[in-house]
């Protein structure tokens, strides 16, 4: 499937637009975000984050008659059976913030020792055409979760999230750092790899 010469963005989360040009500022596309076009929110009502990141490129698409590239996330903690998932951004409730998800989280890891703490990011990564044809990727970056937040960068739960191999947490990282290897950013290298034909 050929990488189309635009590409709306389908967030309106500072945040992950900025990250995701970021990651793909090598791809040759004329990049469209919310600030250029606009659409109607789509909620996120699917079960997999797979289902969230084809609602929303899919609803933009048909919106905006742009193809449209739109990723779900979310973290998964083993002590709590793999939650909160694609729940992750609502975790505390429907208009949770950054912080009362983080701290929400780590209220329901509290007594769970250090061992006990693993978890992963998990990212899937989407591109709907206006007519109908799709391609994802996934992406998953694992590690474990700390007792307190550590760093100002990133977002979400990343002062919490210290990736495998590393003695720092996500938001510890320099940006380069973390995209190289993040879930978001293994799921859109894999998705541009798709959208280009490389191997």
Known sequence: MPLPPRLVI???NGHKVKEIRR?????PVEWLTH?????????ETGHTYLDNALLKSRGVARAVGEPALADDSGIEVDALGGAPGPRSARYAGPSATDEENLRALLAALA?????????????????AYPDGREVWEEGVCEGTLRTRGRGTGGF???PIFEPAGWDR?????????KDRISHRGRALRALGERLTGAT
């Not at 007594?111 to 591109?127: C, E, L, M, N, S």
Request: glycine share 10%.
């Open 169 to 177: 947490t996500m938001a510890e990282l320099s940006p380069g750092e």
């Open 35 to 43: 600030r250029e076009v606009s659409w109607e929110d789509v909620e």
């Open 10 to 12: 389908a967030s309106r």
């Open 156 to 158: 979400g739960y990343d």
């Open 111 to 127: 007594g769970v020792p250090p061992g006990g703490r693993t978890a992963r990011y998990r990212a899937v990564a989407a591109v």
């Open 23 to 27: 990651i793909c500022a090598d791809w």
